[in-house]
């Protein structure tokens, strides 16, 4: 796999040599139009001779600056108590309130024995037995390491030779033509100044594009971690929550409790978990931001 660096690299050079091929095809064209202008003069075969027959080139160096980044990265880990969770059959038994009817002397004699007696209602503790499926949580301790980037902006130069066309003094021969040359003349150098004006555009473009990548690539990775510890999350408190609701129908309150008590120290450690992936992601972002703002020219 490349690294930012030299894919950052290969993104320059690729669009400087482009450039550069525009340059030549602006020069080849034009000397074919001059030696339509000539008509007649000699004509030589090589390009830069058609145009140096006519025109005093110069070279002028053009350079263009511009920072890019420097990709290190920065690993960080995460170390958290995973649940894991399997379901064990249990019998549960617990004692209910209920109400039977019991024979009771509601009129004593006072010479002893009952006068009347009746059935009256009588609370008494009956014990149930219950038979479902409990979550038992085990913890795995887990440590995902995260590489975060680390990014400087380092400078890089570019520089180029740009021709630069002076019409020479024409002979008599050609001195009609003068003005088409001179008009030549300055569409070669308007075509040149707008190929690096693309040149530049274009640079900034893909350069952009490039970091905009690299910097989707970690956090759908990161993203693709977050992924996996919510499901595995979400999957032990379903059971919780299904195990209390199975045991709040059938009065099962002290073992409710202490279902609702684990269930509650889980759904606290998930919060604080995604709290730092979120964290993360987010620092990703800043730096994404921050880094394509910078990339000037």
């Given at each position: 796999m490349e690294t930012p660096r030299i894919k950052i690299e290969e993104i320059v050079e690729t669009l400087k040599a482009q450039f550069q091929q525009k340059i030549e095809e602006i020069k080849q064209s034009s000397a074919r139009e001059m030696d339509e202008i000539e008509d007649g003069n000699p004509d030589?075969?090589?390009?830069?001779?058609i145009?140096?027959?006519?025109?005093?080139?110069?070279?002028?160096?053009?350079?263009?600056?511009?920072?890019?980044?420097?990709?290190?990265?920065?690993?960080?880990?995460?170390?958290?108590?995973?649940?894991?969770?399997r379901m064990e059959t249990e019998s549960i038994k617990f004692d209910v309130p209920r109400t039977r009817m019991v024979l009771?002397?509601?009129?004593?004699?006072?010479?002893?024995?009952?006068?009347m007696k009746t059935k009256v209602p009588e609370v008494y503790m009956h014990t149930v037995e219950i038979k479902t499926d409990i979550p038992k949580i085990t913890s795995k301790l887990v440590e995902i390491k995260l590489d975060l980037p680390e990014i400087r902006m380092e400078p890089v130069e570019i520089k180029i030779?740009?021709?630069?066309?002076?019409?020479?003094?024409?002979?008599?021969?050609?001195?009609?033509?003068?003005?088409?040359?001179?008009?030549?003349?300055?569409?070669?150098?308007?075509?040149?100044s707008a190929e690096e004006t693309k040149f530049r555009f274009n640079l900034q473009k893909e350069l952009s594009s490039e970091i905009d990548k690299l910097f989707e690539d970690m956090?759908?990775?990161?993203?693709?971690?977050r992924e996996g510890i919510c499901k595995q999350y979400d999957d032990?408190?379903?059971?919780?929550?299904?195990?209390?609701?199975?045991?709040?129908?059938?009065?099962?309150?002290?073992?409710?409790?202490?279902l609702e008590a684990q269930?509650?120290?889980?759904?606290?450690?998930?919060?604080?978990?995604?709290?730092?992936?979120?964290?993360?992601?987010?620092?990703?972002?800043?730096?994404?931001?921050?880094?394509?703002?910078?990339?000037?020219?």
């Amino acid at each position: 796999m490349e690294t930012p660096r030299i894919k950052i690299e290969e993104i320059v050079e690729t669009l400087k040599a482009q450039f550069q091929q525009k340059i030549e095809e602006i020069k080849q064209s034009s000397a074919r139009e001059m030696d339509e202008i000539e008509d007649g003069n000699p004509d030589p075969s090589q390009v830069e001779a058609i145009l140096n027959f006519t025109f005093d080139i110069k070279w002028k160096t053009t350079s263009i600056k511009f920072d890019v980044p420097q990709f290190s990265m920065k690993t960080e880990s995460i170390k958290f108590d995973l649940p894991e969770i399997r379901m064990e059959t249990e019998s549960i038994k617990f004692d209910v309130p209920r109400t039977r009817m019991v024979l009771k002397c509601v009129i004593k004699n006072p010479f002893g024995g009952c006068v009347m007696k009746t059935k009256v209602p009588e609370v008494y503790m009956h014990t149930v037995e219950i038979k479902t499926d409990i979550p038992k949580i085990t913890s795995k301790l887990v440590e995902i390491k995260l590489d975060l980037p680390e990014i400087r902006m380092e400078p890089v130069e570019i520089k180029i030779d740009l021709p630069q066309f002076y019409l020479k003094k024409l002979d008599a021969q050609i001195e009609e033509q003068e003005e088409k040359a001179r008009k030549l003349s300055n569409q070669m150098t308007s075509e040149i100044s707008a190929e690096e004006t693309k040149f530049r555009f274009n640079l900034q473009k893909e350069l952009s594009s490039e970091i905009d990548k690299l910097f989707e690539d970690m956090i759908n990775e990161l993203l693709l971690q977050r992924e996996g510890i919510c499901k595995q999350y979400d999957d032990a408190i379903a059971k919780m929550k299904s195990s209390i609701k199975t045991l709040k129908e059938n009065n099962a309150n002290d073992k409710v409790k202490e279902l609702e008590a684990q269930l509650d120290k889980i759904v606290k450690d998930y919060s604080n978990i995604l709290n730092e992936f979120d964290s993360s992601l987010q620092q990703i972002y800043d730096q994404k931001a921050t880094t394509i703002a910078d990339l000037n020219f």
